[in-house]
């Protein structure tokens, strides 16, 4: 095991372990495709522990519904309706005119998150507010507090660019990175923000592979290690994490490897999961589906797979950001920023 395995590289290895699957000269019927999707789920997935989901049981009571010479339409709602019972946000059924999505995933984004845009740009960014990479950033409290919002890991923010927006607030006593409503995106981004953690060859977490047919069949856990840090380069100062129902895939990620700092702490609301990577499959009939196909297990063994929960819970006020434009989240990170610790 190398001692600093870099998770970039790690979660590139897990992505690729697994080809698109294309059945070989299976039928085409509604019956068979229905049929196929339940069959390589059942065998391929690999969150039917944490979901919770009896999968005999989803296609004992959605099959009756499904047969030969159904509109195309038809069968894609039966063939989703399936798939939405696991809950899981990387997992998708796809044709040239319809894609699905978790019901319960997309209005838990819109209708629980804890983020007032409004607020956040009026308020706390102000006009003068810079942008560097996929990160707006301003001094908060008269420069005392760095505060940066990103909203996105699909906007890459690389290590000299991060670096920069550090030194440019050279007062700060530490950091708010504010990740509320963040979906998630490219993992390599990760890894660059934590480049510039204090490392000691700590290890972040560890995931497994799907392996086999059978409900436990996954590969060794593998661990994936803090990248080196030089002393010079380490953000030792206080780093608070925003985080809340609209944190998914790569944000949730993220959440729990900050387990593994002690400068960094969560503040918000518990995130929407999506820890696992996922692959793709084709079904006989040329649609795509996609799926979860590893799990991560964080620093004490639990499978956050449903939501990585805050060190420090608090929800938004918003009839505050309704009336003043204050953000409560914000301004109770900026105080335990400032005051002074024990």
Same mark, same amino acid.
């Given at each position: 095991?190398?001692?600093?395995?870099?998770?970039?590289?790690?979660?590139?290895?897990?992505?690729?372990?697994?080809?698109?699957?294309?059945?070989?000269?299976?039928?085409?019927?509604?019956?068979?495709?229905? #049929?196929?999707?339940?069959h *390589?789920?059942?065998?391929?997935?690999s969150?039917?522990?944490?979901? *919770?989901?009896?999968w005999?049981?989803?296609?004992?009571?959605?099959?009756?519904?499904?047969?030969?010479?159904?509109?195309?339409?038809?069968?894609?709602?039966?063939?989703?309706?399936?798939?939405?019972?696991?809950?899981?946000?990387?997992?998708?059924?796809?044709?040239?005119?319809?894609?699905?999505?978790s019901?319960? @995933?997309?209005?838990?984004?819109?209708?629980?998150?804890?983020?007032?845009?409004?607020?956040?740009?009026?308020?706390?960014?102000?006009?003068?507010y810079?942008t560097?990479?996929?990160?707006?950033?301003a001094?908060?409290r008269?420069? +005392?507090?760095?505060? @940066?919002?990103?909203?996105?890991?699909?906007?890459?923010?690389?290590?000299?660019?991060?670096?920069?927006?550090?030194?440019?607030?050279?007062?700060?006593?530490?950091?708010?990175?504010?990740?509320?409503?963040?979906?998630?995106?490219?993992?390599?981004?990760?890894?660059?923000?934590?480049?510039?953690?204090?490392?000691?060859?700590?290890?972040?977490?560890?995931? *497994?592979?799907?392996?086999?047919?059978?409900?436990? #069949?996954?590969?060794?856990?593998?661990?994936? %290690?803090?990248?080196?840090?030089?002393?010079?380069?380490? %953000?030792?100062?206080?780093?608070?994490?925003?985080?809340?129902?609209?944190?998914?895939?790569?944000?949730?990620?993220?959440a @729990?490897?900050? +387990?593994? %700092?002690?400068?960094i702490?969560?503040?918000?609301?518990?995130?929407?999961?999506?820890?696992?990577?996922?692959?793709?499959?084709?079904?006989?009939?040329?649609?795509?589906?996609?799926?979860?196909?590893?799990?991560?297990?964080a620093?004490?063994?639990?499978?956050?797979?449903?939501?990585?929960?805050?060190?420090?819970?608090?929800?938004?006020?918003? +009839?505050?950001?309704?009336?003043?434009?204050?953000?409560?989240?914000?301004?109770?990170?900026?105080?335990? @920023?400032?005051?002074?610790?024990?």
């Amino acid at each position: 095991m190398k001692r600093c395995l870099p998770l970039i590289l790690s979660c590139l290895l897990f992505a690729s372990c697994e080809k698109l699957l294309m059945p070989d000269d299976s039928p085409t019927t509604a019956t068979a495709t229905f #049929d196929y999707l339940w069959h *390589q789920m059942d065998e391929r997935y690999s969150m039917f522990d944490v979901k *919770q989901v009896d999968w005999q049981a989803v296609y004992d009571s959605l099959r009756p519904k499904v047969y030969d010479g159904m509109k195309s339409d038809s069968l894609f709602t039966a063939c989703a309706a399936m798939l939405n019972t696991l809950h899981d946000g990387h997992v998708n059924l796809f044709n040239s005119y319809n894609t699905s999505h978790s019901d319960s @995933i997309y209005y838990r984004f819109y209708a629980d998150d804890d983020i007032d845009v409004d607020a956040l740009v009026l308020t706390y960014l102000t006009p003068g507010y810079r942008t560097t990479g996929g990160m707006a950033h301003a001094p908060l409290r008269d420069g +005392q507090v760095l505060y @940066i919002r990103y909203a996105s890991f699909g906007s890459a923010i690389g290590v000299s660019q991060f670096r920069h927006i550090i030194h440019s607030y050279p007062n700060a006593r530490g950091m708010i990175l504010d990740m509320r409503g963040n979906g998630g995106g490219d993992l390599s981004n990760v890894h660059n923000i934590l480049s510039l953690m204090p490392s000691h060859g700590q290890k972040l977490y560890s995931s *497994q592979i799907k392996s086999g047919p059978g409900r436990n #069949d996954f590969t060794p856990l593998a661990d994936t %290690y803090a990248p080196q840090v030089a002393d010079s380069d380490a %953000y030792t100062l206080p780093v608070i994490v925003l985080i809340d129902r609209g944190c998914f895939s790569a944000t949730s990620t993220f959440a @729990i490897c900050t +387990q593994a %700092y002690d400068n960094i702490r969560l503040m918000g609301d518990t995130t929407s999961g999506g820890t696992g990577l996922p692959t793709m499959g084709v079904l006989p009939n040329g649609w795509r589906y996609r799926y979860s196909v590893t799990r991560t297990l964080a620093l004490n063994g639990a499978n956050y797979e449903n939501g990585v929960p805050p060190d420090i819970p608090l929800r938004l006020n918003r +009839q505050a950001a309704l009336d003043s434009r204050r953000d409560n989240i914000i301004d109770s990170a900026c105080n335990i @920023i400032l005051t002074p610790q024990p």
